[in-house]
C-alpha cells in the first residue's frame, strides 16, 4: 500500500521541466510565506508544490510554458493577501481536481480536509462569490496603476 503523502513516479521529471521554465521552486515560496508568517513550517506548501507539480505534468499553457505556472502565480497572489499556508497550498491545488485524475476527497485526504476543501472552492469560483472576490481583489494588488477601469473589467466580465 503506497503512503497517502507518496508521490507521483514522475514527479522528478516534472520538477525538472518547471525549474526549466524558471516556475518559482518550492522554497522560494516557503521564503515568501515565511516572510510574513515566520511560523509557517512550509512541508506543507512544499508537499503541495511538488504534488501539484507532478500532476499537472505534461500539461501545457497556450504560450507553451507548463501549466502548473498557472497555479504557482495564484499561490503567490494568495500570499500577497497574507493568508496561511493551508489557503496559499489551497492556490497550488486549485486546478488538480479539474484537470487531473485527483478527486477532491484524494487532496482532502493528502493535505487536510480544509485544504481540500478550499481546494475545491477555488475551483468552483462560479458557485463562491467570496472566492470569487477574494481573486478579484488579490490580483488587484498586482495590476499597475496605469491598468484603468478597461482592465479591470476584463478580470470580471
Known amino acids: 500500500m503506497t503512503s497517502p503523502r507518496a508521490l507521483p513516479a514522475h514527479t522528478d521529471e516534472a520538477l525538472k ?3 526549466d521554465w524558471n516556475v518559482p521552486t518550492a522554497d522560494a515560496l516557503v521564503s515568501e510565506l515565511q516572510a510574513y508568517l ?17 500532476m499537472h ?9 507548463p501549466y502548473f505556472a498557472h497555479p504557482v502565480a495564484v499561490a503567490r497572489l494568495i500570499m500577497k493577501l497574507r493568508l496561511d499556508e493551508a489557503s496559499v497550498c ?3 491545488l486549485h486546478d488538480v481536481v479539474e484537470d487531473t485524475k485527483a478527486s477532491a476527497d484524494e487532496i482532502a485526504n493528502r493535505f487536510s480536509t480544509v485544504t481540500g476543501e ?4 477555488l475551483q468552483n469560483t462560479k458557485a463562491r462569490p467570496s472566492v470569487l472576490l477574494a481573486t478579484l481583489f488579490s490580483t488587484l494588488l498586482i495590476l499597475p496603476e496605469s491598468a484603468g477601469p478597461s482592465a479591470v473589467a476584463s478580470l470580471i466580465s
Open 118 to 121: 478550499q481546494a475545491f472552492s
Open 17 to 19: 521541466a518547471l525549474a
Open 38 to 54: 515566520p511560523s509557517a513550517s512550509g512541508e506543507l506548501l512544499r508537499h503541495a508544490w511538488m504534488y501539484g507539480g507532478a
Open 57 to 65: 505534468h505534461g500539461q501545457r499553457r497556450k504560450s507553451g510554458e
Open 90 to 92: 489551497a492556490g497550488l
